[in-house]
C-alpha cells in the first residue's frame, strides 16, 4: 500500500481508502451484518489501508460505532474522517431524498461530540461539512466554530464533502480557499471527470487533497452493473437509467486497448488513472465484502498510467459528449 500526503494537513492517508457507509446502510444491493463490518475493517487493516471516511448519518451513527469498536485501542495508527451536517435525529429519511441541514456553531458543538463518544476517541483526524450549500461555504462562523475545536485539539483539520451529485463546482472551488480545509471529496471517475478536472487543477494550486468516492462509475467499470442488470428502488444506483449504462458500456470498450496494452484490466485501469491524477489523496471504492477490499488494495503499488496514456484518455474523454451536471441552482 502507497501512501500521499492529505492537502496542506500533513497527515498520510493510504492511496485507497476504506468508504465505511456501506458497513451502515444497504444502498448498495446488500445489507452487511455487524460481524462481516468489523471483519472488513480488519482486513482493510491488515491490507494497509490506513484512511477510513464515514458520516454520522450512515446507519444513525452505525458506521461510526463500529469503527470506534474496532479500533479503540490503535487510535493512533489509523486516520479517521467523518462527517456531519444533516439534522437525521429529528427527520425521518424517505428513501435516498436528502435531509434538511444545519452547521451552527450549537449544532455542530453536539454533532462532533456524539462522533467522538461513537468512535471512541479523544479526536477526529478530518471532519467534514456533509454535502454543504453555497451558502455554507461562504459562512465564515461555520468555519470559526471548526477552527475553535482544532485549536482546541478536537480535530486535525477539515474537509468539505461535495454532493450530493456530480456538480457543485462552485462549492468546492471556493472552499479550497479556506485555511483549514485540507481535503475536497468529489465523484470521479475515468467515465465521468467533470468537474473533477477542474477541481484537481485547482486542488494542486492550493495544496488540497482530492479524495475520490464512485471511482468505479457506480458498478460500471467493475463489470457488476451492466445495461441488463435490474436494479431495485432502494439501491442507490437506480439513478443511472438503463441509457446511461449502455452508453457507458460504449466508453468502456474505447478504453480497453489502453488498459490491455499496461497489462490491466478495466478496473484497475479506472483506479490507476485516478491515483495517477496529482492532489488524488485516496479513493474510495464502494466495498461489501472482504475479497472487494482484497482487490483494490492490491491496486495501490506504486505503478501508474504512462503521461502518454493518460493523455490518449484525456484526448477521448474530450470527444464525449459533455453532460449535465446534477447541482442546485448557485446564489449567491
Known amino acids: 500500500m502507497k501512501y500521499k500526503q492529505l492537502g496542506k494537513s500533513g497527515i498520510k492517508v493510504s492511496e485507497i481508502g476504506f468508504g465505511a457507509w456501506t458497513i451502515a446502510l444497504n444502498w448498495w444491493g446488500k445489507e452487511i451484518d455487524e460481524d462481516e463490518a468489523k471483519r472488513m475493517l480488519k482486513k482493510a487493516y491488515d491490507l494497509g489501508i490506513n ?9 444513525k451513527g452505525k458506521s461510526e460505532r463500529l469503527i470506534g469498536e474496532v479500533f479503540k485501542d490503535m487510535r493512533n495508527e489509523v486516520v479517521i474522517s467523518t462527517k456531519y451536517g444533516y439534522d437525521y435525529q429529528n ?17 455542530t458543538e453536539n454533532a462532533l461530540k ?3 463518544e461513537r468512535l471512541q476517541s479523544d479526536y477526529v483526524d478530518v471532519y467534514g461539512l456533509h454535502n454543504p450549500k453555497l451558502r455554507h461555504i461562504r459562512d ?18 477539515c474537509q468539505i464533502a461535495l454532493g450530493p451529485a456530480i456538480g457543485w463546482t ?3 472551488m471556493e472552499a479550497m480557499d479556506r485555511k483549514n480545509i485540507s481535503a475536497v471529496q468529489t465523484v470521479y471517475n475515468i467515465l465521468e471527470q467533470t468537474p473533477g478536472n477542474e477541481l484537481i487543477e485547482n486542488a494542486v494550486k ?6 475520490v468516492r464512485v471511482p468505479d462509475a457506480s458498478g460500471i467499470l467493475t463489470g457488476k452493473v451492466t445495461d441488463k442488470t435490474e436494479i431495485s428502488e432502494k439501491d442507490h444506483r437506480k439513478e443511472r437509467t438503463r441509457e446511461w449504462r449502455k452508453s457507458a458500456m460504449k466508453k468502456v470498450e474505447q478504453l480497453r486497448p489502453i488498459a490491455e496494452r499496461n497489462g490491466l484490466n478495466i478496473t484497475e485501469l479506472a483506479i490507476k488513472f485516478i491515483l495517477s491524477k496529482k492532489a488524488v489523496s485516496s479513493v474510495l471504492p464502494t466495498v461489501i465484502n472482504t475479497e472487494e477490499i482484497e482487490m483494490f488494495a492490491s491496486m495501490s503499488d506504486g505503478k501508474y498510467i504512462p503521461d502518454s496514456d493518460m493523455k490518449e484518455i484525456d484526448d477521448l474523454y474530450n470527444t464525449w459528449p459533455s453532460y449535465e451536471l446534477k447541482a442546485t441552482p448557485q446564489t449567491n
Open 170 to 172: 462552485q462549492e468546492g
Open 51 to 59: 484512511f477510513f471516511e464515514t458520516a454520522d448519518m450512515y446507519g
Open 140 to 157: 465564515n462562523v461555520i468555519f470559526e466554530t471548526l477552527d475553535k475545536k482544532i485549536q482546541e485539539g478536537k480535530i486535525k483539520t
Open 91 to 107: 427527520a425521518e429519511q424517505i428513501g435516498h431524498n436528502e435531509l434538511p441541514q444545519q452547521f451552527d456553531p450549537k449544532f
Open 206 to 211: 492550493k495544496d488540497v487533497g482530492i479524495l
Open 114 to 116: 456524539n462522533s467522538l
